[in-house]
């Protein structure tokens, strides 16, 4: 149950725009980034590919930063 907590939609939702909101402050020029670094640092693979699987189900709920930190990752390949 643990693992599938840690990859529902809504608690990644969560988590991803938490990290945003301490970003949000550095403006979108180094939020962004932050964001994507933190997420490929710290987040298990299985929580990075269910987070890149909401943003091609539409993304909802996710924050403008950190949408663009999701689609920057997606292009990198993580």
Do not use: C
């Not at 993304?59 to 930190?69: E, F, H, I, T, Y």
Request: aromatic letters at 8%; charged letters at 20%; proline letters at 6%.
């Amino acid at each position: 149950m643990f693992k599938e907590l840690l990859v529902s939609p809504d608690h990644l939702i969560y988590m991803a725009n938490q990290i945003g909101t301490f970003f949000k402050s550095q403006g979108p020029d180094k939020a962004v980034p932050g964001i994507t670094e933190h997420i490929k640092k710290f987040w298990d693979p299985r929580m990075r590919s269910a987070i890149l699987a909401h943003l091609d189900a539409g993304g909802s709920g996710l924050q403008p930063d950190v949408r663009a930190a999701v689609e920057a990752l997606k292009i990198q390949g993580s």
